[in-house]
C-alpha cells in the first residue's frame, strides 16, 4: 500500500507570494491533518480534515487554509507569504478522525521564503 | 492534551538495549500513551501506543508504570537506523468527533547510536 504523498517537496518562494500544497492520502483513509515544522517551535497543529469537512485548528493567522476534495486528497494554501513560514509542511492521514487513531505522516514539503 | 516531560537528549551503543523515559504525572485515566520518532528528513511514524499494559510490537516495547505517571519506550537492540527524535504524546480517545484530533508534540528526545 502506497504511503502519504506530498506534492510538491521543495518550493521556494518569495514574500507576498501565495502558495498551495497537496497531500494524497494512503487509499482509504479519510482523515487529514497538517503540521508545521519549524526548528524554533517544533511540530505545531495546522488544521485537520475529515470528509471534506475541517474538524479542527490550530493557532495560525486566517493566511492559512486548507480543503479537501472527495477523493480525500487536501491542500493548504499560504497567502501573503512571510519570512517566518519557511518550514517543512507535513501531512499526515488515518482511517477515521478522533483522537485515538495511529497517524501516518508524509515526508514534507519544504518550505523557503526568500 | 497532558503534559509530558522527557529527556533532551539520549546516548546508546549499536545494538545494546535502550530505554527511552517519560514522565507524564498529570494523566488522565482515559489517556493512552503514544510514541512517535522522527528520523532525520523524514516525517515522524508511528511506533507504538497503549493505555495500562505493557505493549510489544516488532519495532519496539512500551513499559507502563503501575500508576501510569511514567513510561518507557524500550528498543530491544538498536541500530543505526534507530538514531532519531523520539516523541512521547498522551491522547484521549474519548473525545471524538469536534474535539482535538491532532497530535501535541513536545520536543521529544534526540537519540543517537554509536557504531
Known amino acids: 500500500k502506497a504511503g502519504v504523498t506530498q506534492t510538491p517537496r521543495y518550493l521556494i518562494k518569495t514574500r507576498g507570494q501565495q502558495v498551495t500544497l497537496s497531500c494524497s492520502p494512503i487509499s482509504g483513509h479519510r482523515s487529514v491533518s497538517w503540521y508545521q515544522q519549524t526548528p524554533g517551535q517544533g511540530l505545531q497543529f495546522l488544521f485537520e480534515y475529515f470528509s471534506e469537512t475541517q474538524r479542527n485548528k490550530g493557532n495560525f493567522p486566517g493566511r492559512f487554509s486548507g480543503r479537501q476534495f472527495s477523493n480525500s486528497r487536501s491542500e493548504m494554501n499560504v497567502s501573503t507569504l512571510e519570512l517566518g513560514d519557511s518550514a517543512l509542511y507535513l501531512c499526515a492521514s488515518s482511517l477515521t478522525s478522533g483522537r485515538a487513531r495511529e497517524q501516518f505522516f508524509g515526508p514534507g514539503t519544504r518550505l523557503t521564503v526568500l | 492534551d497532558a503534559k509530558t516531560t522527557q529527556p533532551n537528549s539520549m546516548e546508546s551503543n549499536e545494538e545494546e538495549p535502550v530505554h527511552l523515559p517519560c514522565n507524564h504525572s498529570?494523566?488522565?485515566?482515559?489517556?493512552?500513551i503514544h510514541w512517535y520518532r522522527q528520523l532525520p528528513s523524514q516525517g515522524p511514524e508511528y511506533v507504538i501506543h497503549g493505555l495500562t499494559s505493557n505493549v510489544n510490537n516488532r519495532m519496539a516495547s512500551l513499559a507502563i508504570a503501575e500508576d501510569r505517571k511514567s513510561s518507557t519506550l524500550i528498543l530491544h537492540r538498536a541500530t543505526l537506523r534507530d538514531a532519531a527524535v523520539y516523541y512521547c504524546i498522551l491522547r484521549d480517545p474519548m473525545n471524538y468527533g469536534g474535539s482535538q484530533g491532532n497530535l501535541i508534540f513536545g520536543k521529544g528526545t534526540k537519540l543517537s547510536v554509536k557504531p
Open positions: 498529570t494523566i488522565s485515566g482515559t489517556d493512552y
